[in-house]
């Protein structure tokens, strides 16, 4: 078929080209001026998509990377840690606690819904000893964006260091690492921040440096206060990923030219555009009531076999979705719309998802999806992020 290949998934993502030709360049090297200028550039930029006044440490890793080395900057063999488990990456934070010696306290919470943050005051009032808490802003295997805010108000009265990974939240939605007080915010290249796998990005509060330099077992590779140290001069500990803080050069340019706030704007509308057309597919949404903006999970019928509609939609229209992981496979599609991905595209993909679902008995008659989906995609553009759009009523 001569269709564009369109990659609506939650990591890796389609690039821009102008990314795409800025990796394409000839080394340079990651100890001479250019390179450090580079550094120095992206460094501003960095802090203020992670509202920190903290150094921003680019890794050499993917996101498991920049997990792993929180964990170990952060604890030490022996200490307890709180998960809250709602999915795939919330089962993560458990295993890499585990690997690392840490005790672990898990939170339970069913996939779909976020974690009640009163939960997680009382484990933490039960439990005198628990020292971190780790947990996700969007929790990417079921589309569920967690109150990392209000959980923040309870970590930072105690001595609790509160680890947030926001692989899939990070330029997508906002997380001002300073203002609500997480102590550990990470990322990963390959999800919002429109360049390919490899690189992860890594900042801690002050209370966490403090921490990170006393403790007495840290990791070799994953060296936070030294890396620190590297970067403030405009390098990395150990060979810099050259290519990819080129390209995190103009990803960034390319993401803030317009600020902060027109990012997540974008982000909330394609959001708004994506619930509401398939809610007038009559699909179930996943995640009904917290939700990610840079992916929306979505329900499919009894009977139907999610893998095959999947693939159908890669085989006919081009379009590359992501379906669920362990008990959710062929349940539920996560549609993408994070990276260089915009309106277009996501229409492309709601327009295949229905299409396909078509195809194996699974429509639902649904007329105007798209129209009404854009209206809100449109209303969503001129409100304030965050701001729930109305459906129309046909
Ligand atoms: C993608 C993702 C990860 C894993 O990142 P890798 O780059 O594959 O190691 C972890 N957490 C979340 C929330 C993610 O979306």
Redesign the pocket.
Known sequence: MLNKHRLLT??PTPLPEQVRLALAQDMIHHRKAAFKDIMQRVQGRLRLLFGTEQPVLPLSC????A?TAAVHALFAPGEKVLVVNGGK?GE?WAEIALTRGLECVRLDVPWGQAVDPAAVAQALEADPHIRGVLM?L???STGVLHPVQEVATMTRARDVLLVA?G??AVGLSPCPMDEWGIDCLLT?S??GLMLP?GLALLALSARAWQKAEANPSGCFYFNLPKERDNVLKGQTLFTSPVNLIVGLDVSLDMLLKDGLDALYRKQWALTMLTRTAVSVMGLELFAPAHYAWGITSVQLPAGIDGVEVLRLAQEHYGVIMAGGQDQLKGRIVRIGHMGWVDWADVTAGLYALNRCLFAVGGYSGARDYLEQGLAAYETALAVPPGTPVERRHS
Do not use: L, N, W, Y
């Not at 993917?62 to 990377?65: A, F, L, P």
């Open positions: 939650p990591g993917s996101g498991t990377g997990m990456f993560r996700q969007s929790e990417t990974d692989i899939s990963g390959q999800k796998p």
